[in-house]
């Protein structure tokens, strides 16, 4: 299973939450301030790093087109650290 950060846990969460809710993602500067971070640099390099592990997808340029893949939704589904 992928590991994660306990801040991407919490980007996944909350954007699972999110897309549960409103059907489209965040914006960047939207999903940093709920999640605690400074800038949207490093959310973004957050993001990306999810993007990389296959966590998550996107459909288009746009941060606010991303879905969550069946591992993201499979990895929330167990309480972190097991």
């Given amino acids: 299973m992928t590991r994660i950060t306990p801040r991407q846990r919490l980007i996944l969460e909350t954007l699972r ?3 549960a809710v409103y059907g489209a993602g965040l914006t960047v500067r939207e999903l940093g301030e709920r999640v605690g971070l400074a800038s949207s640099s490093s ?4 993001l990306h790093r ?10 288009g340029r746009e941060w606010t087109t991303v879905t ?5 939704m499979k990895l929330l589904a167990h309480p972190p650290g097991s």
């Fill in 17 to 19: 939450a999110h897309l």
């Fill in 50 to 59: 999810l993007e990389v592990a296959r966590l998550l997808t996107r459909s």
């Fill in 43 to 46: 959310t973004s390099h957050q």
């Fill in 68 to 72: 969550l893949t069946g591992a993201a």
